[in-house]
């Protein structure tokens, strides 16, 4: 009767609730890394496709970052269901500082070796001079999009959602508004195409920094700790640490397995790359309501299992993953069926359309798989099971996702269709893994408090 009981007090409507300004808050950090490839589109797609390569790399930079993002929040959220408040301030200075150092040193090797990462990735000559600039100033401002990273992680985990939403707004405000201005030049602008798009974002990424940074002060009333930081803990280090490389071990195998099949689908030639990056652009906004859904029910398992409640963590997780694959399934099927319609909005090659349509009906199928996944390893890492998650990328995402891309994509001469029936085989193996772990219950013993 006590399991009856627990159950039936967990609904869904406070955490649909939760998700919907992240639901903004992600449809705007979407465009704000695909809105200079869409405005550089009526400049060249050459300028696309090399923007597109570039941002390939900065996701991994990014991931990287996310690594101590994710181990604030998913370690901050039970804190807060344990009413721990003491242990939850000393995170907030000791993170911020960690994501300073990682961000510099990201902006050094970004920077520093980035024709020799273009080389290695394949990249076409014609788009290495572009992609290069881009990198540069986008990879020198690395530092306040890690800031902006790890403002957003702390605020989540108080559930101000709210507050992220409006930096975010700000952001793309400041980002279109700029590359208006300098892509092709408005009145004495100069006309700057990719260094343009560069320096606009660059600048929203430092206004969206300062603003996240005066809300944390404002609101939270939190101050770096100078003194932690000369005496840190180190046992609170270890422990972001722990949490963080497996937890982000996952995102990391992604983005690297990303970087090899765009190595591999730059050898198809440019309308294989500039297919892959107008595909990559639209993508996340249909799994878009799933990542939203996926964080928000994130911090409620974070707090159900710091509170010693795994049976409401598992109930929430159960709701939310229908939900998440009934609409991830919507949305591709839309995407399908209206790709010439949204596409033919940024290029009117027929070669280009033609192997989108072939990637969106392969897409439907991974989007289901997609759904479980964002859905499954959010819920696993917020109650501790960092580790299995990891696992399970590294052996589905090389063994499955990138043998079969290249044994299709190059051997069997399917080209672009052939990587995306691998990526979407990945997918699968991987949702049916993580389902099989949730059921079993182990993740109840991972609990880090």
């Given at each position: 009767?006590?399991?009856?009981?627990?159950?039936?007090?967990?609904?869904?409507?406070?955490?649909?609730?939760?998700?919907?300004?992240v639901l903004v808050e992600s449809c705007l950090r979407i465009l704000l890394g695909n809105v200079d490839q869409w405005m550089l589109s009526n400049y060249s797609d050459t300028a696309v496709a090399a923007v597109g390569n570039a941002?390939?790399?900065?996701?991994?930079?990014?991931?990287?970052?996310?690594?101590?993002?994710t181990a604030t929040t998913i370690i901050l959220a039970q804190y807060i269901g344990a009413k721990r408040e003491k242990e939850a301030e000393k995170l907030y200075t000791l993170s911020l500082s960690i994501i300073l150092a990682l961000s510099l040193i990201l902006t050094a090797i970004l920077v520093?070796?980035?024709?020799?990462?273009?080389?290695?990735?394949?990249?076409?000559?014609?788009?290495?001079?572009?992609?290069?600039?881009?990198?540069?100033?986008?990879?020198?401002?690395?530092?306040?999009?890690?800031?902006?990273?790890?403002a957003s992680a702390i605020l989540r985990s108080h559930v101000m959602m709210r507050e992220i939403m409006v930096g975010s707004i700000g952001m793309n405000i400041v980002n279109v508004a700029v590359n208006f201005m300098l892509i092709n030049g408005y009145t004495f602008f100069p006309r700057l195409g990719v260094l343009g798009a560069a320096l606009a974002?660059?600048?929203?990424?430092?206004?969206?920094?300062?603003?996240?940074?005066?809300?944390?002060?404002?609101?939270?009333?939190?101050?770096?700790n100078v003194t932690a930081l000369r005496h840190p803990d180190f046992a609170a280090v270890g422990k972001l640490f722990r949490v963080g490389l497996p937890a982000a071990g996952d995102s990391v195998s992604y983005n690297c397995m990303q970087i090899v099949l765009l190595a591999l689908i730059n050898t198809f030639g440019t309308v294989a790359?500039?297919?892959?990056?107008?595909?990559?652009?639209?993508?996340?906004?249909?799994y878009i309501f799933t990542t939203s859904l996926a964080t928000a029910t994130q911090i409620k398992v974070g707090y159900f299992v710091g509170g010693h409640e795994p049976g409401k963590a598992q109930q929430l997780v159960q709701k939310s993953t229908i939900v998440a694959l009934c609409s991830s399934f919507a949305l591709s099927v839309l995407l399908y069926m209206g790709s010439d319609l949204v596409f033919g909005v940024f290029t009117q090659s027929e070669m280009v359309l033609e192997t989108i349509r072939d990637i969106l009906l392969i897409d439907v199928f991974l989007e289901l798989g997609r759904a479980v996944n964002i859905m499954m390893i959010r819920a696993l890492l917020s109650?501790?099971?960092?580790?299995?998650?990891?696992?399970?990328?590294?052996?589905?995402?090389?063994?499955?996702?990138?043998?079969l891309s290249f044994l299709l994509g190059r051997g069997l001469g399917l080209g672009m269709a052939g990587v995306w029936i691998g990526m979407a085989a990945d997918e699968w193996c991987r949702a049916l893994a993580f389902l099989l772990r949730w059921k079993s219950g182990k993740w109840k013993q991972k609990r880090l408090l």
């Open positions: 009767m006590k399991g009856v009981c627990e159950r039936s007090e967990v609904s869904l409507r406070p955490v649909l609730t939760v998700a919907f300004p941002n390939q790399i900065m996701n991994m930079g990014f991931m990287v970052l996310d690594m101590v993002c520093g070796l980035r024709r020799q990462i273009f080389a290695w990735m394949n990249v076409p000559p014609e788009l290495t001079a572009d992609a290069s600039v881009y990198l540069a100033v986008v990879g020198g401002t690395i530092v306040f999009q890690g800031i902006f990273m790890g974002t660059a600048l929203s990424r430092v206004a969206g920094s300062a603003f996240l940074i005066w809300i944390m002060v404002k609101r939270l009333d939190i101050h770096l790359v500039t297919a892959k990056v107008y595909v990559g652009s639209i993508l996340p906004f249909v109650a501790g099971d960092t580790a299995y998650p990891l696992y399970c990328a590294l052996v589905s995402m090389w063994g499955v996702g990138v043998m």
